[in-house]
């Protein structure tokens, strides 16, 4: 069964960039699209985007201009920058794995707050 | 894009059923049976409980179902059991490579 790890700062300054990082274990990450989704505290879910392993990405709309997702195949991660963030990026941000139009397996989640 | 609308709560007694909906637009639900269903304990990352429209994963109970029509879609828990009581999201591919959540329902067991 596929596992995932969200990993990197829980802390950024306004106007800086999130840089989060995915590892994979447990399945090969040459198969799949790999997703980023948040929800900030007590709020819905919101898909960021998602990364072939190709290198072809698909973005939210709302997010594509501070977006950008990469991944590693030799290292088995994939990983999430977002930019100028703002309070408003506060949240948990999940990464997980697509098989298609659903997905089908969860990290446990990272909380990024955005503070100066 | 909008976020899928979905009622803030339900709640039923144990044994009883609950279905939520998840109304969307014909750009999305009305359009692609790429609906899907999480629930999501307090705490707790997402579980993927139904997967286009109506398919179960493996070891998702079959109390849990799905549907659809026309822009709306809907899930539905057959006796409810304590352990049922969480959020549930809907999400429905959008077009353009897109993909939206719903709002969310707080499921209750009384």
């Known amino acids: 069964q596929v596992q995932l790890q969200e990993s990197g700062p829980r802390l950024v300054k306004p106007s800086e960039t999130l840089s989060l990082t995915c590892t994979v274990s447990?399945?090969?990450?040459?198969?799949?699209?790999w997703s980023w989704i948040r929800q900030p505290a007590g709020k819905g879910l919101e898909w960021i985007g998602r990364?072939?392993?190709?290198?072809?990405?698909n973005y939210n709309p709302s997010l594509k201009s501070r977006v950008t997702m990469s991944v590693d195949t030799s290292r088995n991660e994939f990983s999430l920058k977002l930019t100028s963030v703002t309070a408003a990026d506060t949240a948990v941000y999940y990464c997980?794995?697509?098989?298609?139009?659903?997905?089908?397996?969860w990290g446990q989640g990272t909380l990024v707050t955005v503070s100066s | 894009q909008s976020a899928l609308t979905q009622p803030p709560s339900a709640s039923g007694s144990p044994g009883q059923s609950v279905t939520i909906s998840c109304t969307g637009t014909?750009?999305?639900?009305?359009?692609?049976?790429?609906v899907s269903w999480y629930q999501q304990h307090p705490g707790k990352a997402p579980k993927l409980m139904i997967y286009?429209?109506?398919k179960r994963p493996s070891g998702v109970p079959d109390r849990f179902s799905g549907s659809k029509s026309g822009n709306t879609a809907s899930l539905t828990v057959s006796g409810l059991q304590a352990d049922d009581e969480a959020a549930y999201y809907c999400?429905?591919?959008?077009?353009?490579?897109?993909?939206?959540f719903g709002t969310g329902t707080k499921v209750t067991v009384l």
């Open positions: 286009l429209v109506n």
């Open positions: 997980a794995s697509s098989a298609g139009s659903y997905i089908d397996y």
């Open positions: 999400s429905s591919y959008a077009g353009n490579n897109n993909y939206v």
């Open positions: 990364i072939y392993t190709s290198g072809n990405t």
């Open positions: 447990g399945g090969s990450i040459s198969t799949y699209y």
């Open positions: 014909s750009s999305d639900v009305g359009s692609y049976n790429y």
